[in-house]
């Protein structure tokens, strides 16, 4: 039996050492209570929180002073107080840094933020025992008032904020295409005032906002999508405008009277002036690759606007990037941006500059060729949802529809290719697809032998059961076997990876995880997948088995289907990278007799579990222990003993009772009570 003492590693439960921890606090909790220049937006969340850091500040600095050991049991508390002053000052940080009209689009999520952190602080301070302290009378009541205030706390949003925030969505959206055409331009006097209030200001106050809101549109690219892009891009050509509008001169009387004077006399055509005797253009009016005041302006893929007629031409000559980043367009819809466009016709107004809609409004050449299957794309407006946007989405789709049931072998797949594209945006067009009856006809593709009309039909059902109601709807139409038997043998790899993503989001709701469940191929295809797929397609199998096996019944076919050992070697290919996405399978397969079983009998598992709680990720660091916690129980002490053995794993178990997430440090510290006990087992053997 090996020679081993346990409890000196284990004398704080592997929390900080009080001195680090208290060192930590204080700095911290400093840096917070000295905050200046509170944001415009959130101010009573953030001027509330910093009261209540405030007073924690001075907690702390007093125990620190009284350099009396403290209490085992406090240590826990003043842990789980770190990490929530931690992220209150992320949260402050971000608000001061950050723009503030996104800040204010986004009141409701922010407020939750900050009622989330209060709720948390609360939990912390309901296991910080007061009494064993040797603090004053005044501190011991401020903490007692603290932790009441912060049990009692609900959800705060400004009232006032809200309705700035209404009132800058109703401007905005009040700028479409009708309103356009009937001239109702932005009320410049009410869009100042709610800028103002916001803290801008000053030309520099607009120039931060737009360098911020460009940020914020950079930060977004990658994961917001589409949509919010674009309404940040709207807001950077709204805040654009304001300040060209609020912060200029007349210095341009002079142009416009000649410009005047030339409509008046009717000598010209309007197309053909010349850019250099327009007024001042602002540069966000200008279209980036003619630098022409744009007539048209609409948003491409990445987020950037352009003259439509500028980027078709881009476009249609095959390019397939955003000629102002580099970055490559994922599809080529043209979405009008027409915050910009009643901006652009409000200033042409001004200016007395002549209202000349692009050439390119009757059709340019990509438009000509593809209008029926982009008249969708070529009709959302993302802020305001209007009617004629809905009433285009759905003659386009019933259009196609159409094309789906009485179309030759190529139209059909052109059909399934454009439903696919127009279902990829908004729940608004997945929903009204769904109603023009595509669903049956694209169950019907699965099993065509083309394989460019199976992939876009399997596609199309992926990207419309995003939409929940649309789940019910394909598992109604009977898709789930053709869809199974795309998994299991499709044309194409893409097929069959889309296949599997249609599962994980079908399997979503409860009712649909027993029914894939019950289908005896889905889970043997999946691990087939999981076997045979590209990165992206195992990573597909991986979640969509996690889906499956939330639900208990289905966790022993999984082990069944040989997903144990196939996902314990992913664990150790680099190249899969789907680490996270094993782990969590793993530890809900733990949950039944069968997964415990096949788990325990892999050598290599327990030392690939320690050093993923070292260096995986935070996701990664919860299912090791997880597996790890689940081993070591119900007769594993083998587990348990391989455990002690390896030098690298109570320190790994110890870091991550501090670092960890809160998961982890109460399973980490579960674990290390359990190895606590082993040891002393095998120093005092019954008997």
């Known amino acids: 039996m090996m020679d081993m003492a346990l409890p000196p590693f284990m004398g704080t439960s592997g929390l900080l050492p009080t001195g680090t921890l208290l060192e930590s606090l204080i700095h911290t909790s400093h840096e917070i209570s000295s905050m200046e220049n509170l944001p415009s937006v959130q101010m009573r969340n953030v001027s509330t929180m910093i009261r209540r850091i405030k007073l924690l500040y001075s907690l702390f600095d007093e125990i620190q002073e009284t350099k009396c050991p403290l209490p085992p049991s406090s240590i826990l508390c003043l842990t789980e107080l770190f990490s929530v002053i931690r992220r209150v000052k992320l949260l402050i940080q971000g608000c001061k840094d950050g723009s503030s009209l996104w800040g204010l689009m986004q009141i409701e999520l922010v407020s939750n933020q900050f009622y989330v952190l209060v709720k948390e602080m609360g939990r912390a301070l309901d296991i910080l ?95 917001g999508g589409l949509i ?35 409509s008046a006399l009717n000598r010209y055509d309007p197309s053909l002036i010349s850019q250099s005797v327009l007024p001042n253009i602002p540069d966000e009016f200008r279209c980036p690759i003619s630098l022409d005041l744009m007539r048209d302006p609409v948003i491409v893929a990445s987020g950037h606007t352009y003259d439509r007629n500028s980027i078709a031409q881009w476009i249609n000559s095959g390019h397939h990037t955003c000629p102002k980043s580099g970055q490559r367009l994922i ?3 043209l979405i009008p941006n027409y915050t910009l466009k009643s901006l652009l016709h409000q200033w042409c107004q001004d200016n007395n500059v002549p209202l000349v809609e692009s050439a390119s409004s009757s059709s340019t050449d990509l438009e000509r060729s593809n209008s029926k299957g982009k008249l969708c794309e070529n009709a959302i407006d993302h802020i305001s949802a ?25 139209i059909q797949s052109q059909a399934a290719y454009e439903l696919r594209l127009l279902a990829k945006t908004g729940m608004d067009n997945r929903r009204i697809i769904a109603e023009a009856g595509a669903i049956p006809f694209l169950v019907t593709l699965l099993s065509s032998h083309d394989p460019r009309i199976q992939e876009n039909a399997v596609t199309a059902l992926l990207n419309l059961s995003i939409f929940d109601n649309n789940k019910i709807l394909i598992m109604a139409a009977g898709a789930i076997d053709s869809i199974i038997e795309v998994l299991q043998s499709g044309k194409t790899m893409e097929a069959r990876e889309n296949a599997a993503a249609t599962i994980f989001s079908l399997s979503m709701i409860d009712d649909c995880k027993v029914m894939i469940g019950g289908r005896p191929r889905a889970i043997p295809a999946l691990v087939g997948l999981l076997r045979e797929g590209t990165t992206a397609g195992k990573k597909d199998a991986a979640t969509a088995l996690f889906n499956l096996a939330v639900y208990n019944a289905n966790k022993a076919s999984v082990v069944v289907a040989g997903a144990v050992p196939l996902l314990i070697e992913l664990l150790m290919d680099d190249k899969a990278g789907i680490t996270d996405d094993a782990l969590a399978v793993l530890a809900l397969l733990l949950g039944c007799r069968e997964g415990l079983e096949e788990i325990r009998k892999c050598r290599v598992l327990v030392p690939l579990l320690i050093d993923l709680l070292r260096f995986g990720s935070a996701k990664g660091k919860e299912n090791s222990i997880t597996l790890l916690l689940g081993l070591c129980k119900d007769g594993g002490e083998e587990v348990a003993r391989r455990l002690l053995i390896n030098p690298s794993s109570i320190p790994s178990l110890q870091s991550l009772t501090t670092d960890g997430s809160l998961k982890a440090r109460r399973k980490a510290d579960a674990l290390l009570r359990l190895l606590n006990r082993c040891c002393s087992q095998s120093h005092n053997p019954v008997g």
Request: glycine content about 4%; charged content about 30%; overall charge negative.
């Open 129 to 223: 025992p007061l009494s064993l302290l040797n603090i004053t009378a005044d501190i011991r009541e401020q903490v007692e008032l603290l932790h009441r205030q912060a049990k009692r706390a609900e959800l705060f949003v400004d009232a006032k904020e809200l309705r700035r925030r209404d009132d800058l969505l109703e401007i905005m959206t009040s700028n479409n295409e009708k309103n356009i055409k009937n001239k109702g331009f932005i009320d410049m006097g009410r869009l100042k005032e709610i800028l103002s209030s916001i803290g801008l200001t000053s030309p520099l106050d607009y120039e931060e906002e737009i360098s911020k809101l460009e940020a914020e549109a950079q930060k977004q690219a990658g994961t």
């Open 228 to 262: 919010v892009v674009s309404n940040i891009n709207n807001l950077i050509s709204l805040v654009s405008f304001s300040k060209s509008i609020i912060f200029t001169s007349g210095e341009n009387e002079k142009i416009k009277e000649d410009i005047k004077q030339r």
């Open 331 to 333: 599809h080529m819809a």
């Open 386 to 410: 209007m009617k004629a946007a809905a009433d285009a989405v759905k003659m386009t789709a019933e259009f196609l529809v159409g094309k789906l049931a009485m179309g030759s072998p190529e």
